[in-house]
């Protein structure tokens, strides 16, 4: 088992991604994800990881969707969000919207 840190925080965008792996106690680098930001949220679903919205480097909310695959290593663009996001929340549910 694995955590997932992506760097950014208020005021510095960021593509880097860390993973943690507790049971060792260690830290790795992860692929970077496709677009700099701060503010973004993350959820798991299936195995990947969904990193949405967020800011950019200019602090413009964004509305991009990108996910991980970590058993090759990648980010992909998915569909953007419906409206620009930031500060926000994501999490997996069984019950849909």
Wanted: charged share 25%.
């Amino acid at each position: 088992m694995r955590i997932l840190v992506a760097e950014g925080w208020c005021g510095h965008t960021s593509p880097l991604c860390y993973w943690y792996e507790p049971t060792a106690n260690v830290w790795s680098k992860a692929p970077w994800l496709s677009w700099r930001r701060d503010c973004a949220a993350a959820a798991v679903l299936d195995g990947h990881v969904y990193v949405t919205g967020g800011r950019n480097s200019d602090f413009d909310e964004e509305n991009v969707c990108e996910r991980l695959d970590p058993t090759i290593g990648a980010w992909t663009d998915v569909a953007n969000l419906r409206r620009h996001r930031r500060d926000h929340g994501a999490r997996w549910s069984r019950q849909g919207p």
